[in-house]
Protein backbone atom coordinates (compact mmCIF):
# COMPACT_ATOMS: atom_id res chain seq x y z
CA UNK A 1 0.00 0.00 0.00
CA UNK A 2 1.08 3.32 -0.98
CA UNK A 3 1.91 5.41 1.95
CA UNK A 4 -0.08 8.75 2.44
CA UNK A 5 2.72 11.27 2.69
CA UNK A 6 0.16 13.59 1.79
CA UNK A 7 -2.85 12.70 3.14
CA UNK A 8 -5.41 15.41 4.53
CA UNK A 9 -3.64 18.02 2.52
CA UNK A 10 -5.61 20.03 -0.54
CA UNK A 11 -3.74 20.50 -3.78
CA UNK A 12 -4.81 22.89 -6.34
CA UNK A 13 -3.73 21.26 -10.08
CA UNK A 14 -4.09 24.08 -12.56
CA UNK A 15 -4.46 22.42 -16.70
CA UNK A 16 -5.85 19.21 -15.30
CA UNK A 17 -8.30 17.72 -17.68
CA UNK A 18 -7.14 15.23 -20.42
CA UNK A 19 -6.45 11.92 -19.19
CA UNK A 20 -2.85 11.69 -20.95
CA UNK A 21 -1.89 14.97 -20.01
CA UNK A 22 0.64 15.95 -17.25
CA UNK A 23 -2.14 17.50 -14.71
CA UNK A 24 -3.87 14.52 -14.90
CA UNK A 25 -1.16 12.64 -14.35
CA UNK A 26 -0.36 14.59 -11.56
CA UNK A 27 -3.19 14.70 -9.85
CA UNK A 28 -2.89 10.53 -10.07
CA UNK A 29 0.15 10.56 -8.37
CA UNK A 30 -0.84 13.44 -5.52
CA UNK A 31 -4.08 11.62 -4.75
CA UNK A 32 -1.86 8.00 -4.61
CA UNK A 33 0.06 9.88 -1.71
CA UNK A 34 -3.86 10.75 0.10
CA UNK A 35 -4.14 14.67 -1.04
CA UNK A 36 -7.52 15.66 -2.07
CA UNK A 37 -7.27 17.45 -5.20
CA UNK A 38 -8.91 20.68 -7.00
CA UNK A 39 -8.74 19.89 -10.77
CA UNK A 40 -9.01 23.48 -12.71
CA UNK A 41 -9.45 23.27 -16.50
CA UNK A 42 -11.36 25.17 -19.96
CA UNK A 43 -12.53 22.53 -21.75
CA UNK A 44 -12.68 25.21 -24.56
CA UNK A 45 -8.99 25.23 -24.97
CA UNK A 46 -8.37 21.40 -24.69
CA UNK A 47 -8.45 20.94 -28.93
CA UNK A 48 -6.26 17.42 -28.44
CA UNK A 49 -9.10 15.96 -27.09
CA UNK A 50 -12.03 15.14 -29.41
CA UNK A 51 -14.65 18.00 -28.82
CA UNK A 52 -17.24 15.31 -27.52
CA UNK A 53 -14.56 14.41 -24.87
CA UNK A 54 -13.77 17.90 -23.76
CA UNK A 55 -16.47 17.93 -21.49
CA UNK A 56 -16.00 14.32 -20.42
CA UNK A 57 -12.38 14.12 -19.78
CA UNK A 58 -12.56 16.21 -16.40
CA UNK A 59 -15.67 14.52 -15.53
CA UNK A 60 -13.47 10.80 -15.63
CA UNK A 61 -10.88 12.06 -13.83
CA UNK A 62 -12.69 13.53 -10.98
CA UNK A 63 -14.51 10.34 -10.67
CA UNK A 64 -11.71 8.37 -10.86
CA UNK A 65 -9.38 10.16 -7.99
CA UNK A 66 -12.65 9.57 -5.77
CA UNK A 67 -12.20 6.18 -5.85
CA UNK A 68 -8.81 6.54 -4.85
CA UNK A 69 -10.53 7.38 -1.75
CA UNK A 70 -9.53 11.50 -1.58
CA UNK A 71 -12.11 14.20 -1.98
CA UNK A 72 -12.07 15.59 -5.35
CA UNK A 73 -13.62 18.82 -7.28
CA UNK A 74 -12.76 20.60 -10.00
CA UNK A 75 -13.50 23.90 -11.38
CA UNK A 76 -13.83 24.92 -15.21
CA UNK A 77 -12.79 28.59 -14.95
CA UNK A 78 -10.75 30.60 -18.21
CA UNK A 79 -7.43 31.61 -16.14
CA UNK A 80 -6.87 34.57 -18.89
CA UNK A 81 -9.51 36.44 -17.20
CA UNK A 82 -7.67 38.60 -14.87
CA UNK A 83 -9.74 37.89 -11.46
CA UNK A 84 -9.63 33.90 -12.31
CA UNK A 85 -6.99 33.42 -9.69
CA UNK A 86 -9.51 34.69 -6.75
CA UNK A 87 -12.23 32.39 -7.91
CA UNK A 88 -9.74 29.27 -7.84
CA UNK A 89 -8.42 29.98 -4.07
CA UNK A 90 -12.44 30.90 -3.28
CA UNK A 91 -13.28 27.31 -4.69
CA UNK A 92 -10.24 25.22 -2.91
CA UNK A 93 -11.37 27.86 0.37
CA UNK A 94 -13.89 25.07 0.43
CA UNK A 95 -12.53 22.22 0.52
CA UNK A 96 -10.37 23.42 2.80
CA UNK A 97 -6.55 25.40 3.32
CA UNK A 98 -4.82 24.79 0.02
CA UNK A 99 -1.24 23.25 0.72
CA UNK A 100 -0.11 22.82 -2.77
CA UNK A 101 -0.12 24.67 -6.24
CA UNK A 102 0.63 22.91 -9.19
CA UNK A 103 1.08 25.67 -11.78
CA UNK A 104 0.44 23.09 -15.20
CA UNK A 105 -1.97 25.42 -17.50
CA UNK A 106 -0.01 27.29 -20.02
CA UNK A 107 -1.17 28.58 -23.90
CA UNK A 108 0.86 27.39 -26.68
CA UNK A 109 0.30 27.82 -29.97
CA UNK A 110 3.07 27.54 -32.99
CA UNK A 111 4.58 31.10 -34.34
CA UNK A 112 7.63 33.00 -35.58
CA UNK A 113 9.08 36.12 -36.42
CA UNK A 114 7.06 36.79 -39.26
CA UNK A 115 3.68 35.90 -37.20
CA UNK A 116 4.24 36.74 -34.31
CA UNK A 117 1.68 40.08 -32.78
CA UNK A 118 0.44 41.47 -30.01
CA UNK A 119 -2.61 39.38 -29.91
CA UNK A 120 -0.12 36.43 -30.08
CA UNK A 121 2.06 37.84 -27.37
CA UNK A 122 -1.33 38.55 -25.05
CA UNK A 123 -3.01 35.40 -25.03
CA UNK A 124 0.22 33.87 -23.75
CA UNK A 125 0.74 36.49 -21.31
CA UNK A 126 -2.59 36.03 -19.88
CA UNK A 127 -2.14 32.48 -18.84
CA UNK A 128 1.71 31.72 -18.71
CA UNK A 129 2.78 35.07 -16.88
CA UNK A 130 -0.20 36.76 -15.59
CA UNK A 131 -2.46 33.69 -14.02
CA UNK A 132 0.72 31.80 -12.46
CA UNK A 133 1.89 35.00 -10.97
CA UNK A 134 -1.33 35.89 -9.55
CA UNK A 135 -2.39 32.59 -8.44
CA UNK A 136 0.79 31.78 -6.82
CA UNK A 137 0.41 35.72 -4.83
CA UNK A 138 -3.30 34.44 -4.00
CA UNK A 139 -1.80 31.36 -2.57
CA UNK A 140 0.82 32.62 -0.92
CA UNK A 141 -0.97 35.77 0.59
CA UNK A 142 -3.81 33.41 2.41
CA UNK A 143 -1.52 30.66 3.36
CA UNK A 144 -1.39 30.23 7.11
CA UNK A 145 -0.02 26.89 7.91
CA UNK A 146 2.06 25.48 10.37
CA UNK A 147 3.25 23.38 8.36
CA UNK A 148 5.25 23.75 5.06
CA UNK A 149 3.38 24.76 1.41
CA UNK A 150 4.66 24.14 -2.12
CA UNK A 151 4.36 25.61 -5.21
CA UNK A 152 5.71 23.98 -8.30
CA UNK A 153 5.26 25.47 -11.59
CA UNK A 154 5.98 23.55 -15.08
CA UNK A 155 8.40 25.36 -17.27
CA UNK A 156 9.87 24.07 -20.92
CA UNK A 157 13.29 24.64 -20.44
CA UNK A 158 13.54 28.16 -22.66
CA UNK A 159 17.02 28.88 -20.66
CA UNK A 160 18.49 25.67 -22.31
CA UNK A 161 18.19 26.80 -25.75
CA UNK A 162 16.08 28.31 -28.42
CA UNK A 163 12.69 27.94 -29.31
CA UNK A 164 12.07 29.99 -32.24
CA UNK A 165 9.26 28.66 -34.04
CA UNK A 166 7.50 28.93 -30.63
CA UNK A 167 8.49 32.51 -30.18
CA UNK A 168 5.75 33.43 -27.17
CA UNK A 169 5.37 30.66 -25.56
CA UNK A 170 9.40 30.46 -24.80
CA UNK A 171 9.27 34.12 -23.62
CA UNK A 172 6.77 33.43 -21.41
CA UNK A 173 7.06 30.17 -20.09
CA UNK A 174 10.55 31.73 -19.44
CA UNK A 175 9.29 34.12 -17.59
CA UNK A 176 8.59 30.66 -14.43
CA UNK A 177 11.99 30.47 -14.06
CA UNK A 178 12.51 33.88 -13.00
CA UNK A 179 9.36 33.98 -11.15
CA UNK A 180 10.55 30.98 -9.11
CA UNK A 181 13.89 32.29 -8.22
CA UNK A 182 12.62 35.63 -7.22
CA UNK A 183 9.40 34.28 -4.90
CA UNK A 184 11.85 32.47 -3.31
CA UNK A 185 13.04 34.07 -0.30
CA UNK A 186 9.63 35.68 0.58
CA UNK A 187 7.89 32.66 0.12
CA UNK A 188 10.21 30.98 2.22
CA UNK A 189 9.14 33.54 5.17
CA UNK A 190 6.02 31.88 5.17
CA UNK A 191 7.30 28.07 5.05
CA UNK A 192 6.50 27.64 1.54
CA UNK A 193 8.72 26.41 -1.20
CA UNK A 194 8.79 26.73 -5.26
CA UNK A 195 10.50 24.91 -7.41
CA UNK A 196 9.95 24.66 -11.34
CA UNK A 197 10.13 21.35 -13.19
CA UNK A 198 10.67 21.08 -17.00
CA UNK A 199 10.00 17.93 -18.07
CA UNK A 200 11.53 17.62 -21.65
CA UNK A 201 9.69 16.71 -24.91
CA UNK A 202 6.64 14.36 -23.06
CA UNK A 203 3.93 12.88 -25.35
CA UNK A 204 0.87 14.09 -24.18
CA UNK A 205 -1.00 13.65 -27.02
CA UNK A 206 0.80 16.56 -29.10
CA UNK A 207 3.32 14.35 -30.64
CA UNK A 208 2.86 13.03 -34.46
CA UNK A 209 4.45 9.53 -35.08
CA UNK A 210 7.12 11.22 -36.89
CA UNK A 211 8.06 13.60 -34.80
CA UNK A 212 8.56 10.86 -31.74
CA UNK A 213 10.46 8.85 -34.50
CA UNK A 214 12.95 12.17 -34.86
CA UNK A 215 12.87 12.82 -31.47
CA UNK A 216 13.21 9.08 -29.90
CA UNK A 217 17.56 9.29 -31.04
CA UNK A 218 18.17 12.38 -28.66
CA UNK A 219 16.90 10.15 -25.76
CA UNK A 220 19.36 7.94 -24.31
CA UNK A 221 17.10 5.51 -22.40
CA UNK A 222 15.08 4.89 -26.25
CA UNK A 223 12.03 6.51 -24.85
CA UNK A 224 9.81 9.27 -25.11
CA UNK A 225 9.08 10.88 -21.93
CA UNK A 226 5.82 10.08 -20.31
CA UNK A 227 3.43 12.46 -18.74
CA UNK A 228 3.84 9.78 -15.36
CA UNK A 229 8.18 10.90 -15.40
CA UNK A 230 6.80 14.12 -14.60
CA UNK A 231 4.16 13.49 -11.90
CA UNK A 232 6.47 11.24 -10.25
CA UNK A 233 9.17 14.59 -9.67
CA UNK A 234 6.65 16.74 -8.78
CA UNK A 235 4.74 14.46 -6.00
CA UNK A 236 8.35 14.38 -4.60
CA UNK A 237 8.82 18.05 -4.64
CA UNK A 238 4.86 18.33 -2.94
CA UNK A 239 6.29 15.83 0.13
CA UNK A 240 7.95 17.24 3.54
CA UNK A 241 11.14 15.09 1.84
CA UNK A 242 11.44 17.85 -0.59
CA UNK A 243 11.38 20.99 2.20
CA UNK A 244 14.86 22.00 1.80
CA UNK A 245 14.59 22.20 -2.12
CA UNK A 246 13.51 25.98 -3.16
CA UNK A 247 14.01 27.91 -5.80
CA UNK A 248 14.96 25.35 -8.54
CA UNK A 249 14.81 24.71 -11.92
CA UNK A 250 14.96 21.03 -12.32
CA UNK A 251 15.13 20.08 -15.61
CA UNK A 252 13.96 16.11 -15.83
CA UNK A 253 14.24 14.95 -19.17
CA UNK A 254 15.56 11.35 -19.12
CA UNK A 255 18.99 12.82 -20.55
CA UNK A 256 17.55 14.66 -23.32
CA UNK A 257 20.32 15.85 -26.22
CA UNK A 258 19.84 18.73 -27.81
Not at 63 to 77: D, F, K
Not at 147 to 155: C, D, N, Q
Amino acid sequence: MTQQKLKGRLAIITGASRQVGIGAATARALAALGADILIVYWSQYDELSPANLRELEPIQLQQELQAMGVTCERLEVDLAHPTAYKQVLDAASQLGKPQILINNACYSTNDGLESLDADILDRHYEINVRATTLLTAEFARRFDLPEGGRVISLTSGQSLGPMYTEIAYAITKGTIETLTTTLAPPLAQKGITINAVNPGPTDTGWMTPDLEKALLPQFPFNRIGKPEDAARLIAFLATDEAAWITGQIIHSEGGFQR
